[in-house]
């Protein structure tokens, strides 16, 4: 299948000045270079026909639906015949799974580009000076900054965004002049007044009136069902029998694993990382064990991930503070997707999909650390649509941001991020969500096996009385100055924990911090003094992450 995401860039001039291009488009407008790097995935491809140019990248996790819906061959068909007959957006819309990819309306002579509905992909796009688009950062950022010495300026709202939340809350970048394409949106860019806009393809679903909450649950395990079984098909059109799926003390991707073993007798190697010895293994391992499964696990009690600064931020273009991966990326890289592996397929943000996000606070509820208090205009959200927002941000922005860094060895999906799974979900009232109460409702009717091994998330009333009894004895402390950190000391990733007892991670990481910082204003300076000074490691995680844009972006 191949190790990782294949890349691509797209620019438009009347000839290939950068000598870029393996694909040469000449329509009557300009030329369009393409440089590609698909190999034997059928779901990407560059094709035009009388009306469009289409350029897709990814993987389309439902394009043998697709291909029976149109009555197509393969999907690059399909895909044609779709935007004739119901045209751009709800044909993008009409896919699943990670993708990317560029249009061109023949007529219009407009350029349409976009990434998919759930941010675990990303389009990014110049936005002065010549017009370039690309599914990696570094490329356009090389090609604007290297080949064309196109000027760029540091990006003081993502510093702040990333110095408070860890993730970015808009289109931005630590470029200003280097945008990227939001989930569910695409830009569009007329070439004759060289024009850029932005419109929505994705829309949340709104609310429905549940009727009977048997037939509910009947229907989230059915579109559950396919959604896995998409992704092991996947695998199979591939060639690939032996399916990676992630697996960790929680349901979520407990449930993942139990559809599948239910679907395939193939092998199924899980991957579990964390600290050793906690219930995330424990449990991780009672479900491996009770399946069948290989199980692979990785203690990451020696912390070294935390040295990883540049390597991550120049894999996820410093989007995401650095750790929030832990040693996901370590294990990816020791893993043969040449030839072993297909897809990694996880249970990524299925407790607020099928739950829900906690929507009795804000959105500034969910940053990563509130050592800051520091507002945004973004933050003044309506209430009606506060779980979308968050949703958006948390979700898709923030949680998703470690696909950026999986995206280097292999194509990362989850069957909770399946649209027709998503829409369901989102579709359900919060407050039949809240709590988990359908989520567990669900597993106890269909899979009551599952249910009965231990979980990290408290199932109980006892043991939810128990989880946040404890946490608001370690907030208490906090307050009263007692505690000098608000993180938890227990659980899989006790970051500061392992920052303050190994000492040769510790002194690498002073090190890297004591280096030469070319911040130019004087607000992100304090800003980034302020975090690392604080006790918590995650804060100085945010401000490492600021610091290694600088050394890796701007640095002569």
Known sequence: MGAKMSEWVAYFGEEDSLNLGNEFIRTSFGTIIIQTNFGDNEDSFVTANDNWIVLLQGIVLNSRDLQNEWNAESLK???????????????????????????VEKNTRKIYAFANQTGDTAVFYNISGTFLLSNDFNLVWEIRYKKLKEHITF??????????????????????????????????????????????????????????????????DAKFRTAVNRCLEKDHQFG???????????????????????????PITNICYSKKNERDEK????????????????????????????????????????????????????????????LEITGQVGDAILGSFDLEHGLAYYRNSQTIKYNFECENIDSDELEHEIMNFRGFMGCLSTH???????????????????????????????????YYKWVKAKYPEAYKIPSTRAQTLFDRATHYSYRAIEQILYLMGIRKTNETSKGMNPLTTWYKEKISIRENINT??????????????????????????????????????????FSN
């Open 155 to 220: 990006n003081n709202l993502a510093a702040k965004y990333m110095l408070t939340y860890g993730y970015m809350l808009d289109s931005s970048t630590f470029v200003n002049e280097i945008c990227r394409i939001l989930p569910g949106e695409f830009i569009v860019y007329c070439s004759q007044d060289n024009k850029i806009e932005k419109y929505k393809y994705f829309t949340f679903p709104f609310y429905k009136r549940i009727i009977n909450e048997n037939d509910l649950i009947e229907e989230i």
């Open 404 to 438: 950026l860094i999986r995206k280097n060895y292999t194509y990362t999906v989850s069957p909770f991020l399946d649209m027709d799974f998503f829409n369901l979900c989102l579709s359900i009232p919060a407050s039949y969500r809240k709590n988990h109460n359908l």
């Open 77 to 103: 068909s399909a895909f044609l015949t779709s935007l004739d007959e119901i045209g751009i957006s709800k044909s993008i819309n009409s896919l699943t799974g990670p993708f990317t990819g560029v249009i």
């Open 512 to 553: 890297y911090w004591g280096g030469n910082k070319d911040i130019q204003d004087s607000v992100i300076n304090e800003m980034m003094n302020k975090m690392w000074n604080s006790p918590s490691f995650t804060d100085k995680a945010m401000a490492l992450t600021v610091l290694s844009v600088l050394n890796n972006y």
């Open 283 to 342: 449990y991780a391992f009672l479900v491996s064990k009770r399946l069948g499964n290989r199980f692979y696990f990785r203690a990451m009690d020696d912390a070294d991930f935390l040295a990883d600064i540049d390597e991550i931020v120049t894999k996820n273009y410093g989007l995401g503070f650095y750790p929030a991966i832990t040693a996901g990326n370590q294990v990816l890289k020791s893993l043969n997707f040449n030839s072993e592996f297909g």
């Open 240 to 266: 690939v029998k032996n399916h990676l799926i992630d697996v960790s003390g929680g349901f979520d991707s407990r449930m993942v694993n139990w559809v599948a073993r239910s679907l395939t007798d193939d």
